[in-house]
Nanobody
Framework: QVRLVESGGGLVQAGGSLRLSCAASGRIFSTYAMSWFRQAPGKEREFVAA??????????ADYADSMSGRFTIIRDNANTLSMRMINLKPEDTAIYYCAAGPRSDYDPTNYDYWGQGTQVTVSS
């Protein structure tokens, strides 16, 4: 049984930074993509960034167009994911979810495993 646990969320002022982490227990295939999504109140779940397997120990990063430059996703190994967020804005306020699936995909329905989420709140 695979379980994903996110941590690192919190309350931060606009312009601040946070680092989110996701730890997977159980077997995550090293070829699986691990990704971050977010969901703000009243909105659909939104793709943020993903890491996809590049062979050997390499993972490539994919970003939603609006996230690139402020968010950096890091895949330390098959079971550990993190994301550095800088220059946060109030519109970044959301629950951030970690997900794992067979490929990097913008569509959340294509992921097999999800964490419970961690709240990020950015005050103006």
């Amino acid at each position: 049984q695979v379980r994903l646990v996110e941590s690192g969320g919190g309350l931060v002022q606009a312009g601040g930074s946070l680092r989110l982490s996701c730890a997977a227990s159980g077997r995550i295939f090293s070829t699986y993509a691990m990704s971050w999504f977010r969901q703000a109140p009243g909105k659909e779940r939104e793709f943020v960034a993903a890491t996809r397997f590049g062979g050997g120990n390499r993972y490539y990063a994919d970003y939603a167009d609006s996230m690139s430059g402020r968010f950096t996703i890091i895949r330390d190994n098959a079971n550990t994911l993190s994301m550095r967020m800088i220059n946060l804005k109030p519109e970044d306020t959301a629950i951030y979810y970690c997900a794992a699936g067979p490929r990097s995909d913008y569509d959340p329905t294509n992921y097999d495993y999800w964490g419970q989420g961690t709240q990020v709140t950015v005050s103006s």
